[in-house]
């Protein structure tokens, strides 16, 4: 696990973040600092906030209160921020089963980032990670790894995004594809910031910088790599 330079200026901070829906409290009082070039790790259990607050620091969902700055800007309901700086991957698939893999990935270049050269792109991605013997086939064609693996390539061409937010990343990858996204993550460029959160325990501990422990929406522990090996020991006996 890497721990980025402290002179390293922070991406996301979050004061006092809460969601409420109705009478369910999703998050209480959340206030985390992350940093360019960290890998954060979000665990707990099915419940515990880690998918509403990757939507939140995306904006897909907004805070019933708190306070979040993104890239040094504070934002409210008339600021947001350019598209380009992130990378999105959640539970749904942002595909459309229709169209091939190589549609979808155009399609998306082409309208989210405005990239002219998107043949050039997709054609170098082919390539480079071994695309093309299933790229052209409906996406409905395709295994659940298949689909998993062009969605996580669909979250960072055309270059890799200032801020990547992955939920469940490893959910229906096999072994190879495992291991090509951690390959994904690892050589990224050192500014690059990651927030991931996952029911792998071990593997988001292998991972990150920092694991961040939620339980019924708060926030419980912020945990270095050696705070973690510890307290995945202590839970596992």
């Known amino acids: 696990m890497g721990t980025p330079n402290d002179t390293f200026s922070a991406v996301v901070e979050l004061r006092n973040i809460s969601k409420v829906y109705g009478f369910t409290i999703a998050l209480k009082n959340i206030s985390l600092t992350i940093k360019e070039g960290e890998i954060i790790g979000l665990i707990g259990n099915n419940g515990a906030g880690k998918s509403t607050l990757l939507?939140?620091?995306?904006?897909?969902?907004?805070?019933?209160?708190?306070?979040?700055?993104?890239?040094?800007?504070i934002l409210d309901q008339d600021i947001h921020l350019v598209k380009q700086e992130f990378g999105i991957l959640l539970n749904q698939s942002f595909f459309y089963e229709d169209l091939t893999g190589r549609e979808n990935l155009e399609f998306f270049l082409r309208v989210n980032k405005k990239i002219p050269e998107v043949n050039s792109v997709i054609n170098k991605a082919v390539s480079k990670y071994r695309l093309k013997l299933f790229i052209d086939r409906p996406t409905h064609e395709l295994s659940t790894g298949m689909r998993k693996k062009l969605e996580i390539l669909r979250t960072v061409l055309p270059d890799f995004p200032n801020l990547l937010l992955?939920?469940?990343?490893?959910?229906?990858?096999?072994?190879?594809?495992?291991?090509?996204?951690?390959?994904?993550?690892?050589?990224?460029?050192k500014s690059k910031t990651v927030i991931l959160c996952s029911h792998d325990f071990r593997t988001v501990g292998?991972?990150?910088?920092?694991?961040?422990?939620?339980?019924?929406?708060?926030?419980?522990?912020?945990?270095?790599p050696s705070e973690y090996d510890f307290f995945l020991d202590k839970e596992q006996k």
């Open 55 to 73: 939507k939140i620091i995306s904006q897909l969902v907004k805070p019933t209160h708190g306070e979040m700055i993104l890239f040094g800007k």
């Open 166 to 189: 992955l939920d469940e990343p490893f959910s229906g990858l096999d072994g190879e594809n495992r291991k090509f996204l951690r390959d994904l993550l690892a050589n990224r460029h």
């Open 206 to 224: 292998e991972m990150c910088s920092k694991v961040v422990y939620l339980e019924k929406g708060r926030l419980m522990k912020v945990l270095t």
